[in-house]
């Protein structure tokens, strides 16, 4: 007869034995890095699920890197232990084509069905390098309750630099501000472009911060601060971001991107929509930013990684990251579908689309933000 020392035994025994039996996980395993938000991510897990159902000889190993991203992607690469799928943008994009550690991707997708503007702002020396999922542009959000209080007309889609200031002045008062202000150079370069400015040549080879245009562009927007405080100084927004502003409605108008739709959808309490950058001497134009997925030159799952690629950029999955509110499809099969064009705020989201077509990639090279760094000082003496 066993004691109950012996059954313990005999069960540790097959516990071993069972445990020893699991089968082998053979799938390849694929590496993929991206930043994002947690309503981003919770976007994005279930894709990768489905991708692992439909693909079982692949596992995907998620990457989230939420802050300092590029610092943490550059490291990876320089110690050869690189994602073979990297989320990227085309700001920071030239750093890893031109180094080489990037492999080109055209031959994977279907070209026609992407705005050339955007396969531009992806591609180095005229090859493209990542697949796009999204455009980020800018445009202006405005409340409309603030408008009707003060009976301000709302903005046109054809108004002028002029018009614009008007319109910011006739909305600062008891304690509104007309129009946001920040200083990063994603929100000031609108007012560059728009007067035929910028930092850098179109063709990247010189700097222009000093030309007429851009000092024109570089003074209009500092004077909404210092010479027609329509716009908050900094000790007046002190550490509240611009989008809390804009929802505690002490400012009337936000210069921002589609990704806070999401947020002032859930949480703003007031009626609000969108209209397009007002045209300077040069026309409306605001930087045409982009992101994508790449794979890593090095990848020693070339193959898996563009299938897995392909899948984040159908128009299926395209279709789940634009329902949320949070991008601007880069597809042209989904950025004219009801997934983007939903009924919901803002009323007139095909403004994001028209901007599009009068946008201009930003000019970026391999030294962008050395060049970024070195004019800094000045940018902050311009708008302090």
């Not at 694929?30 to 938000?37: I, L, P």
């Not at 995907?60 to 232990?81: D, E, G, R």
């Amino acid at each position: 007869m066993k004691t109950l020392f012996d059954k313990f035994v005999c069960c540790l025994l097959l516990i071993i034995l069972f445990c020893g039996c699991t089968p082998k996980d053979n799938r390849i395993i694929v590496n993929f890095a991206s930043w994002g938000s947690k309503s981003e991510t919770d976007i994005l897990k279930p894709i990768i699920e489905d991708f692992e159902q439909k693909n079982p000889d692949i596992k995907i190993n998620f990457m989230h890197i939420p802050q300092n991203y590029f610092q943490k992607i550059h490291l990876l690469f320089a110690s050869n232990t690189q994602p073979d799928v990297i989320f990227i943008n085309n700001l920071y994009l030239p750093v890893y084509a031109n180094a080489g550690v990037l492999a080109p991707v055209e031959d994977s997708i279907d070209l026609s069905i992407y705005d050339k503007n955007i396969l531009q702002s992806l591609s180095w020396n005229g090859v493209l390098y990542a697949v796009p999922r999204d455009v980020s542009n800018l445009v202006i959000f405005y409340n409309k309750d603030l408008f009707n209080k003060y009976h301000v007309p709302y903005p046109r889609q054809d108004w002028t630099f002029n018009e614009f200031l008007q319109t910011a002045e006739a909305l600062t008062r008891n304690g509104h501000f007309g129009i946001s202000f920040e200083e990063d150079s994603l929100f000031f370069l609108p007012y560059l472009m728009s007067e035929g400015g910028g930092i850098l040549s179109d063709d990247l080879s010189k700097e222009i911060i000093e030309s007429e245009e851009s000092q024109n562009g570089l003074k209009f927007y500092a004077g909404l601060r210092k010479t027609h405080h329509v716009a908050p100084r900094a000790d007046e927004s002190a550490s509240a971001t611009m989008a809390q502003m804009f929802l505690q409605q002490k400012i009337a108008m936000h210069l921002t991107g589609r990704w806070l739709v999401p947020k002032y959808r859930e949480e703003a309490d007031f009626d609000w929509d969108i209209v397009n950058f007002p045209k300077g001497r040069a026309g409306s134009i605001v930087p045409l930013d982009s992101s994508g997925w790449a794979v890593a030159a090095k990848s020693a799952h070339k193959k898996e990684a563009f299938r897995f690629v392909a899948y984040l950029s159908s128009k299926e999955s395209i279709e789940k990251f634009t329902q949320s509110g949070l991008i601007v499809p880069a597809r042209s099969d989904v950025e004219n579908s009801r997934y983007f064009l939903d009924g919901k705020k803002p009323e007139h989201a095909e403004i994001f689309l028209d901007v599009i077509k009068t946008s201009k990639p930003t000019p970026v090279n391999v030294n962008y933000k050395e060049v970024l760094d070195k004019y800094k000082p000045v940018f902050e003496h311009a708008f302090n």
